[in-house]
């Protein structure tokens, strides 16, 4: 069977797994209850997203300065990064986003429980996207820091001129799939009250006594925005490739 | 060029590619580093260029020496790389004019200019907007020598400059550098070419089992005085 055929089968058979299971596995489902609450979805949907973006780009950043550390000739940053990723890797979020409202939070005299989960969640992603980096950075060969060192370059006309540029394309793909992570991660900010989507839809289906179709809603949202991101992810890759 | 080389000695891994090597040429303008494959002349070459550091012993070449005065010594020289070891995101032109721009402080603007000069002395100035994987490995070669003049350098080193291209162009680089040793560029390379050899070479060094084993003026290409040279030279 022809590989397009094949998919599509796939997706209106898991598809049509999925409707069975959205409505005939309740008595009586009552979606309109919770879709009556639009408003209230949407900006959960915004703040997810918002969260997410946020997330993102501050754990590039920090994931970069972790990487950088983690490559460093000093033997102490490199201990104190690696010793670090180690730390944060083997944390749960659960446990993260809680030290950081309720810990980090008092210290920093910041109580806004959406910039500590932010916080939290910038966190426990940047060892993840320093590794995407040193994955990365591996496409520059060794012949190529011979010829820079010939040249003198100073360490940042090596990552301004060379590192960074060749590291851009291979580095997409995973930072789309990241950014997966993040938003599926993003749901845990519900326990410290951030209306993302997960807690408006928490929200709404408690108050409607409608708690199975809230998680079957709660699940549709966040296929819609990360079966894409996916498949975006798979098409650069494969672009990256060539 | 005067050189001295002293006691110089490189291993890898237990294995000794350098053994213990001394020798001194003076006024010469080419050398020509001579051998079998996997012997180590690429090695010899990085340690006198100073990009790798030898485990012991000591070089001077016109009065500076790779290993301690690295940074000095290496502001007049280039070097084109066996792999031509070209930046593979940057075009042709790119890979020279920030080289330039680097190396001699130019803006951007000038920096091109020059650097498309510098591709045009080696006729591949149509190539010039094109990335390394977009071209000839001859082009690719070429390119690499044109980048090593783009610092002025004094001295050049080559390591098998005309592997990968067909006699026609391993005559055009041959005129090229030719040239450059008439304009007074010294030249120190490695070749598998016997004819690009006696065409360009002043002096040889044959380098057999990590030591040298004969070296002298080219005409000892006429008359070997050792049988491992003889045969070397028999079997190409
Ligand atoms: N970086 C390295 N690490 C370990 N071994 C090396 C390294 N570079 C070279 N060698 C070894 O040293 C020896 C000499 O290598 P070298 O590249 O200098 O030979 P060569 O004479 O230039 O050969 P060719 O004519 O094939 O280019 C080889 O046995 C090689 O395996
Ligand atoms: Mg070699």
Redesign the pocket.
């Known amino acids: 069977m022809k590989k397009g055929t094949s998919f599509l089968i796939a997706i209106l058979v898991y598809s049509s797994l999925i409707l069975l299971a959205v409505f005939f596995t309740i008595d009586n489902p009552r979606y309109d209850l919770i879709l009556q609450d639009y408003r209230m979805l949407i900006d959960g949907f915004i703040t997810t997203i918002l969260a997410s973006l946020i997330t993102l780009v501050c754990s590039m950043v920090i994931g970069f300065v972790l990487f950088l550390a983690e490559r460093s000739k000093h033997n102490i940053v490199h201990a104190f990064a690696v010793v670090f990723s180690e730390i944060i890797m083997g944390t749960p979020l659960l446990i993260m986003i809680f030290l950081a409202v309720y810990v980090i939070g008092g210290i920093i005299f910041i109580s806004n429980k959406f910039v500590l989960g932010v916080f939290a969640l910038t966190l426990y992603m940047a060892p993840y996207l320093s590794n995407a980096y040193k994955t990365a950075v591996a496409v520059v060969d060794k012949d190529q820091y011979i010829v820079m060192n010939l040249y003198h370059f100073t360490l940042f006309e090596k990552y301004r001129y060379i590192i960074i540029p060749q590291m851009i394309r291979p580095l997409l793909p995973s930072l789309i799939n990241n950014l997966s992570s993040i938003i599926k991660g993003s749901a845990l900010l519900r326990i410290v009250s951030v209306s993302d989507i997960s807690y408006v839809l928490t929200v709404i289906s408690s108050k409607n006594w409608a708690a199975i179709e809230g998680y079957y809603v709660m699940w549709l949202l966040y296929l819609i925005i990360t079966i894409p991101l996916s498949i975006l992810a798979k098409y650069l890759a494969k672009k990256v490739s060539i | 060029m005067n050189i001295k080389i002293n006691n110089l000695t490189k291993t890898?891994?237990n294995?000794i590619?350098l053994d213990n090597i001394s020798l001194e040429i003076n006024n010469t303008s080419t050398i020509g580093i001579i051998?079998?494959?996997?012997?180590?002349?690429?090695?010899?070459?990085?340690q006198l260029a100073g990009i790798?550091e030898p485990d012991g012993g000591e070089i001077i070449i016109d009065g500076l020496s790779p290993i301690t005065d690295k940074i000095e010594f290496q502001k007049s020289i280039g070097v084109v790389f066996?792999k031509h070891n070209l930046f593979p995101h940057l075009t042709l032109k790119e890979n020279i004019s920030l080289i330039l721009r680097k190396a001699k402080n130019m803006n951007k603007q000038k920096a091109d200019s020059i650097a498309k000069q510098l591709l045009e002395k080696l006729f591949i100035e149509n190539e010039a907007d094109k990335r390394p994987n977009m071209v000839s490995g001859g082009q690719n070669q070429r390119c690499s020598i044109a980048r090593a003049l783009a610092t002025d350098p004094k001295l050049i080193f080559l390591?098998?400059p005309t592997a990968a291209l067909d006699p026609i162009l391993t005559n055009e680089v041959l005129k090229a550098v030719n040239q450059l040793k008439n304009e007074g560029i010294n030249f120190i390379f490695?070749t598998?070419e016997i004819h690009f050899l006696k065409q360009f070479a002043d002096y040889i060094i044959f380098?057999e089992n990590g030591i040298i084993c004969e070296h002298g003026d080219v005409s000892c290409l006429q008359n070997p005085q050792t049988t491992h040279l003889a045969q070397f030279l028999g079997g190409i």
């Open positions: 890898y891994d294995q590619v051998g079998k494959s996997g012997c180590g002349k690429s090695t010899l070459l990085r790798e066996q390591d098998e490695v598998h380098f």
